[in-house]
């Protein structure tokens, strides 16, 4: 089991910056990939962005390119999530998950159904 405890949410005007992060407990950190997934109200959870064992391969949602950064501490077993350039459109309830698997392309990365372990969520609200 891991355990997965997402913080750092918070209340931001548009144009702003937040950092979340990840702790994870309960296994070997460096085992698995990590992803971000969000939330909004009515919709369903999406992926956002995604980083690889080592963090040598990050895959992104197009609406976060150049926006967002995926980055891992393997020694502090917390994943971050650096968003710049926040908009509305960017408020949800955000989630890190933990991938289990052997392979992680884009697309393994990119299936929510992929992920094995999920965090409890942190909102993240933009004000325009």
């Known amino acids: 089991q891991v355990q997965l405890v997402e913080s750092g949410g918070g209340l931001v005007q548009a144009g702003g910056s937040l950092r979340l992060s990840c702790a994870a407990s309960g296994r070997t950190f460096s085992n698995y990939a990590m992803g971000w997934f969000r939330q909004a109200p009515g919709k369903e959870r999406v992926f956002v962005a995604a980083?690889?064992?080592?963090?040598?391969?990050?895959y992104y949602a197009d609406s976060v390119k150049g926006r967002f950064t995926i980055s891992r501490d393997n020694a502090k077993n917390t994943v971050y999530l650096q968003m710049n350039s926040l908009n509305p459109e960017d408020t949800a309830v955000y989630y890190c998950?933990?991938?289990?698997?052997?392979?992680?392309?884009?697309?393994?990365?990119?299936?929510?159904?992929?992920?094995?372990?999920w965090g409890q969520g942190t909102q993240v609200t933009v004000s325009s």
């Open positions: 998950a933990a991938y289990a698997g052997i392979i992680f392309t884009a697309a393994q990365a990119m299936g929510l159904k992929n992920y094995d372990y």
């Open positions: 980083i690889s064992w080592s963090g040598g391969s990050t």
